[in-house]
């Protein structure tokens, strides 16, 4: 089992920024990829921003230019800095974590709002 803890979130203005952490422990070997989703109200969970061991970051085109993913492997910490914030940015962040051959495991969820 892996266990993810996320913090970071909160309410800011529109134009401002966030940075969310999330902290795997646990059975953390053979973790692939490490990154966030996102479920704003009302809507089905969406990509926001994924990164892989030794890879290119992947992103939502709604976030480029504004959020940047990062990981810290040997500590098994992802982040997720969120500039430019906009109210469509507004949802519950997951963590998300792959490892090879598991389903993935997910976090308890962060609120991210954004008042206009």
């Known amino acids: 089992q892996v266990q993810l803890v996320e913090s970071g979130g909160g309410l800011v203005q529109a134009g401002g920024s966030l940075r969310l952490s999330c902290a795997a422990s646990g059975s953390t070997f053979s973790m692939d990829a490490m990154g966030w989703y996102r479920q704003p109200p009302g809507k089905q969970r969406e990509l926001v921003a994924t990164?892989?061991?030794?890879?290119?970051?992947n992103y939502a085109d709604s976030v480029k230019g504004r959020f940047t993913i990062s990981r810290d492997g040997a500590k098994n910490v992802v982040f997720l800095q969120m500039n430019s914030l906009k109210a469509e940015d507004t949802a519950v962040y997951y963590c998300?974590?792959?490892?090879?051959?598991?389903?993935?495991?997910w976090g308890q969820g962060t609120q991210v709002t954004v008042s206009s």
């Open positions: 990164i892989r061991s030794g890879g290119s970051p």
């Open positions: 998300y974590v792959r490892r090879i051959g598991y389903s993935p495991y």
